[in-house]
């Protein structure tokens, strides 16, 4: 494993900054700025470009910080509108929370497109990073985020770095992150990292205790508000995560410990499945 | 005519509630087999009023009415005129339902008679009396002066009437209120085990320290205080104990599973901030 860290190093070394440059400026005909960026050390620069790609709801949430932040950012609809901005993104996310053939094929466009440069970011709350990057080139360039509705409007962003990630990598997007003015906490590659793994939980505990009539959802969201100075009820909290996002990682700690811990309620299998409906309902 | 309420077991929880109860123009009989315990709770709550008047949360005048609502007792038998008693003594089925069995004797026949348990059976506890309609859970939490929440609890033959009175009187106390089934940690400690007991897997693989778990749950999750910070407040011995109840009553349910580590911490005497280590060390502060 260490070979395969160093050896990631080394490919950014090869591909230091100077040497990016040539290649962009023959590339693409410009520019000063990218001559004037090219004098730093680091890969990312001051003027960032990020592209979002993934679930909706956190490409809006997180476009929309960065450019609180004056970080410009490119909403990427499809894959083909990411070939005409390949050159000037300096980084990019992968928001699909739930991992599968489309997060794959997203992860596969953005690696063989961007620059090698270009670290990129991927949600990793129901895959771990080294699995999600297993089959894939360039794997020093990946770094795991706990992407889940609701954080990132907060203080700290949680990342990962997983075995083969490089540190250079990891520096530049935490990087990234204080030029956004977050904190970072960077923890082991695990589902459900930190905070969505323990959210998770008390939500799906909440559930199972409307589930079992012992008290209704607003007086469970009243309670642990005021008898535990939680900063949401849960339910509600559920509700703006959307519930099937909640079950989603569940269902990955569950897969992945096989233990009973993580079952997911009977109530929030059906939130997840019905959406919406289920709010109509009650 | 005001409404007159007894309270027994004069350490924090009685107490704190005597406190509320007489600002909120309650009449109030603490009492508490010791004379030393009583004494020392009016001191407590003597010198919590005298801060909330530094503050101007309550006037000097406030104060006085309220500290003359408060009668300290040490003959149970004084708790004979009260509308409700409100029973706040260790968390010990036994020594609990002993008590109710002697206040069901000695009550006013349309008494309420409510418990303050936090993780015994309100229904159990009911079942010691003859009149398990009239018991309630009513469930404080610590600084009761300061946590706005009481849980009302309906034990399995509790009347609806009672639930309705006691919900009342709790709103007269300024408190907010909810209604919960009599069952293992009612809402509370039922939906914040994971709070604590999911940090506790997360620090147990690894997978970052117990200040990073805090920092994270602050500072991402928007929590007022992380739980480890929260497990060492409260005290080690004293969360270990409510999960373990509620994992004993739910016979085994593995999501309530208490942690290795907190039983350790338990067994080594890191029970937290009170014996200045726990989770984190508090010698220098």
């Known amino acids: 494993m260490k070979k395969q860290i160093k050896s990631g190093k080394a490919k950014i070394k090869s591909e230091s900054p100077k040497s990016a440059t040539v290649k962009s400026t023959q590339d693409e005909g410009i520019s000063q700025k990218t001559k004037h960026q090219s004098e730093k050390a680091k890969p990312i620069e001051q003027k960032h470009l990020i592209c979002l790609l993934g679930d909706v709801q956190l490409v809006k949430e997180y476009s929309s910080v960065f450019q609180e932040h004056g970080i410009a950012v490119i909403e990427l609809k499809n894959l083909n509108s990411l070939k005409t901005s390949a050159k000037k993104i300096t980084g990019a996310f992968e928001l699909s929370l739930v991992s599968g053939d489309q997060k794959r094929k997203n992860l596969e466009a953005l690696n063989t497109t961007l620059p090698e440069r270009v670290p990129i970011i991927t949600s990793t709350l129901t895959e771990t990073l080294l699995s999600q990057t297993q089959s894939l080139q360039h794997r020093h360039r990946f770094v795991g985020i706990a992407a889940f509705p609701t954080l990132f409007a907060s203080h700290l962003v949680e990342l990962t770095p997983s075995l083969h990630t490089s540190k250079e990598t990891l520096d530049s997007v935490i990087a990234l992150f204080t030029a956004a003015k977050k904190e970072t906490a960077t923890v082991q590659d695990s589902v459900g990292m930190v905070m969505p793994r323990i959210l998770c939980q008390i939500i799906n505990e909440s559930l199972f205790t409307v589930q079992n009539d012992v008290a209704t959802p607003n007086d469970i969201d009243e309670a642990m508000k005021h008898g535990t100075n939680y900063p949401h009820g849960p339910i509600a909290w559920g509700e703006l995560i959307g519930f099937s996002n909640v079950a989603a990682v569940l269902d990955a700690l569950y897969n992945n410990h096989h233990e009973e811990r993580y079952r997911v309620a009977p109530l929030l299998r059906q939130m997840a499945i019905a959406g919406a409906f289920w709010k109509e309902k009650h | 005519m005001a409404i007159s309420i007894g309270i027994v077991g004069a350490g924090t ?143 399995a033959r509790t009347s609806d009437e009672t639930m309705k009175s006691a919900t009342a009187i709790a709103e007269q106390m300024g408190k907010k209120t909810v209604q919960a089934k009599d069952t293992p940690g009612f809402i509370v400690n039922r939906v914040a085990r994971p709070f604590y007991g999911e940090a506790m897997k997360i620090l147990g693989e690894n997978v970052t320290s117990l200040e990073e778990i805090d920092r994270i749950v602050k500072r991402s999750g928007g929590f007022k205080m992380g739980p480890f910070e929260l497990m060492d407040l409260i005290g080690n011995d004293v969360n270990l104990s409510v999960t373990e109840s509620v994992y004993e009553q739910l016979y085994h349910d593995p999501r309530f599973q208490p942690s290795p580590i907190q039983k350790q911490l338990v067994e080594a005497g890191m029970l937290g901030k009170k014996t200045k280590q726990g989770f984190y060390n508090y010698d220098d502060k």
């Open chain 2, 13 to 155: 929880m009685g107490a704190g509630i005597a406190h509320i109860a007489a600002l909120n123009k309650f009449n109030v009989s603490l009492y508490d087999i010791n004379e030393e315990v009583i004494r020392r709770s009016a001191e407590r709550i003597n010198f919590e009023m005298k801060r909330a008047v530094d503050k101007n949360k309550i006037t000097d005048d406030d104060m006085k009415q309220a500290l003359s609502r408060i009668k300290k007792r040490t003959n149970i038998n004084d708790l004979d005129t009260c509308d409700l008693i409100i029973e706040a003594v260790l968390e010990d089925i036994k020594v609990k339902k002993d008590l109710f069995k002697k206040l069901d004797q000695i009550a006013h026949h349309t008494a309420i008679l409510a418990t303050n348990t936090s993780s015994l059976s309100v229904t159990s506890i009911a079942a010691a009396t003859k009149k398990p309609e009239r018991v309630v859970g009513m469930h404080f939490f610590n600084p009761v002066y300061m946590m706005k929440l009481v849980e009302i609890v309906k034990g």
